[in-house]
């Protein structure tokens, strides 16, 4: 059924010297930056606009991007199984356009009511043009090169804040929301329609192709990326009976729930520290930035390396990042640990994929990771709506930084129980590709 729905018009026309394995690769990428740039850091930009335009506190504009991750999450979970039964594709478009349509639609919003209605309304289809059904493509088209793909799909996402971060808040600066958002809402539609529409394809076998570039990686740790494992299907309560299921959702859990209230809030944050919007803005962008670099440093090895391993890294250096933010209030010492930052942002986010579709395959990807990804947007909700009471309470981002710093900590130690082995058995269900 997902076959006889996809398009190969992007097969069709691209140059067939470039190995269509690239082309997703490039797809994805360009989808993640207008609807990630726009639905992510979008809502660390509006942040403090909105509360500026319209007399609303923090801890209000704060609680509506907590449901957003909080209801981008739910849909995740639910959509999960469809995904992986019917392709991601149907989801994709609606997802895109309702992210675009509801950016839009922020720029005419002058009550809380309407704001917490136009993210919920953006949430769902972030949830649908998400993690979730981008990474179940990625994964069926790369197993031994998996890493590497992701790394490099996954730079539009730090592009996305590279570049839109910026644009959006010289748009605000200009003419306020009611033009930088319907702006960066025409941009998603232009940008990704297109490409859920024409360039991205569930499976290999679809258009006549064959995973990994066509040039599986010889120095890959193969160890998990057999049928046995990769083919395996999954329910979610038989993932649930497994150590290393629990030790990723908690984990991941933590980290986002900390890291999204630090970068959400960074803007806001460093405003003042820095004496403009435009400022830290640019700090933002130079997260985005230490994202793309270490994402592809750290993608171009992670194949052969230990995932569980150098997610505790990645965790234990964000948290103490965070702190050194907190501690150096200089400029100079504030771009160099928003941009250490960086460095770990996105491969934290790659991280949970690969550590998921390590030990649960690529068959029941969606199923597992919708769980997962549920109580990981759930924290990512939490967190900014955290960040934002305990400000509005204390007066400053000195408590609420310095508990999503050691929150950090704590998940590092937490994501080492998923190097306990995968009971296989618990899955009760034979191997298959159905």
């Not at 993690?131 to 998996?146: D, H, K, Q």
């Not at 394809?201 to 995973?211: F, N, R």
């Amino acid at each position: 059924m997902a076959l006889l729905s996809e398009s190969t018009v992007g097969h069709r026309l691209l140059p067939r010297r470039i190995h269509y394995g690239w082309w997703i690769t490039i797809g994805v990428a360009a989808l993640m930056f207008a609807t990630v740039g726009v639905g992510y850091y979008g809502l660390a930009v509006f942040l403090r606009p909105l509360q500026e335009e319209n007399g609303w506190s923090n801890t209000a504009v704060s609680g509506a991007t907590g449901m957003y991750f909080t209801v981008s999450g739910i849909t995740g979970f639910f959509l999960g199984p469809y995904v992986d039964r019917l392709g991601p594709r149907r989801f994709l478009l609606v997802g895109v356009s309702l992210v675009g349509a509801s950016a839009i639609a922020l720029g005419s919003v002058s009550t809380l009511a309407g704001l917490y209605l136009v993210y919920f309304v953006q949430a769902v289809a972030f949830g649908m043009a998400g993690s979730v059904p981008v990474n179940s493509i990625l994964t069926r088209w790369f197993i031994t090169r998996r890493a590497e793909a992701m790394s490099i799909s996954a730079t539009g996402v730090s592009m996305g804040g590279i570049v839109l971060s910026p644009l959006g808040s010289r748009l605000v600066g200009i003419g306020g929301v009611s033009l930088a958002a319907p702006v960066l809402g025409v941009l998603v539609l232009a940008v990704g329609l297109p490409i859920a529409a024409f360039v991205l394809v569930w499976e290999p076998k679809t258009v006549d192709s064959e995973p990994d570039f066509g040039a599986p990686n010889p120095a890959a740790d193969t160890t998990s990326l057999g049928d046995d494992v990769q083919l395996r299907v999954w329910t979610r309560a038989a993932a649930a009976r497994t150590v290393p299921f629990w030790a990723i959702m908690v984990a991941f859990l933590l980290v986002l729930m900390a890291q999204t209230g630090f970068l959400l809030h960074q803007i806001a944050f460093l405003e003042d520290r820095l004496g403009s919007r435009d400022a830290a803005a640019f700090a933002l962008s130079t997260t985005a930035f230490g994202s793309v670099v270490a994402r592809l440093v750290v993608g171009r090895f992670a194949d052969r390396l230990d995932k569980v391993l150098v997610s505790s890294l990645l965790f234990l250096i964000q948290g103490l990042s965070v702190l050194g933010v907190l501690v150096f209030d200089s400029p100079v010492m504030t771009y160099v640990f928003v941009l250490i930052v960086g460095f770990t942002i996105g491969n934290i986010y790659m991280m949970q994929t690969l550590l998921v579709a390590e030990k649960f395959g690529l068959v029941s990807l969606g199923t597992v990771l919708g769980v997962i990804g549920l109580a990981a947007q759930a924290g990512s909700g939490a967190g900014p709506f955290l960040v934002g009471w305990l400000d509005d309470w204390s007066g400053s981002y000195t408590l609420p930084f310095t508990l999503t710093a050691f929150t950090t900590l704590a998940s590092a130690a937490v994501i080492l129980l998923a190097k306990i082995p995968v009971d296989r058995r618990s899955a009760m269900v034979e191997p298959s590709i159905a």
